[in-house]
């Protein structure tokens, strides 16, 4: 088993749309979660950032963790074709640890 | 203020050749990490060092890897007798050394490699 699984998709969803991206993992000495974006054929990008459990919001994108349930969301409102990328759950233990990462869910935006 | 910079972008090899990436932190970051993707999958961790250390090679294969970050110069990571499985994309990533904090990980554009 996987310690972080997450569905590869392809997510295809019309413009304007709710996006809602999912990890579920089995390690609860995980601490530190973030979901990181990738463009086809570049480095990933850090999108959101959140310690334990709880709500992050930072303009369209809202993180969420439920360390009790060992399961963290990314969601992302009026989406747009540009929002068409790889997205990658990753998350550590500790300040400065390796990051394990999800397989991450590939998401297109149709106008 | 520069990000993660790596070279080359490209590099083909063909088997049992030597492949050396390189990877220039951002500024002020001292903490390097490399991480692996290969087609179709996540990334891997595979090396975690700071300057003149390496703190975390739990990642890396025992045999053909290595991985050093000088005092003075960009991390190299060095996969020698290369075969067609070590195709991939190789990601460098560096964190900021503070006393607290969150130690984001910063990516690079990565080096993808082929071996034919």
């Known amino acids: 088993q996987k310690e972080v699984e997450q569905d590869p998709g392809p997510l295809s969803v019309p413009e304007g749309a709710i996006v809602s991206l999912n990890c579920t993992y089995s390690?609860?000495?995980?601490?530190?979660f973030m979901w990181y974006r990738q463009y086809s054929r570049k480095g990933p990008e850090l999108l959101m950032y959140t310690y334990s459990s709880g709500n992050k919001e930072d303009g369209r994108f809202t993180a969420q963790v439920d360390k009790s349930s060992k399961y963290i969301s990314l969601f992302i409102r009026d989406s747009q074709p540009s929002d068409s990328a790889t997205y990658l759950c990753a998350m550590r233990k500790s300040s400065g640890d390796k990051l394990t990462f999800g397989t991450g869910t590939r998401l297109a935006v149709r106008p | 203020n520069a990000g993660v910079m790596q070279n080359p972008r490209h590099l083909v090899r063909r088997r049992g050749q030597e492949a050396r990436l390189r990877c220039s932190p951002m500024k002020g970051h001292s903490h390097v990490y490399w991480y692996r993707q290969l087609p179709e999958e996540g990334l891997k961790f595979m090396v975690y060092?700071?300057?003149?250390?390496?703190?975390?090679e739990s990642g890396m294969p025992k045999e053909r890897f290595s991985a050093e970050f000088p005092k003075e110069g960009p991390s190299i990571l060095r996969i020698q007798q290369v075969v067609r499985g070590d195709s991939a994309a190789y990601f460098c990533a560096s964190s900021p050394q503070t006393s607290g904090g969150s130690h984001e990980q910063f990516f690079g554009p990565g080096t993808r490699l082929t071996v034919l």
């Open positions: 390690n609860s000495a995980f601490q530190y």
């Open positions: 060092l700071q300057k003149e250390n390496i703190i975390d």
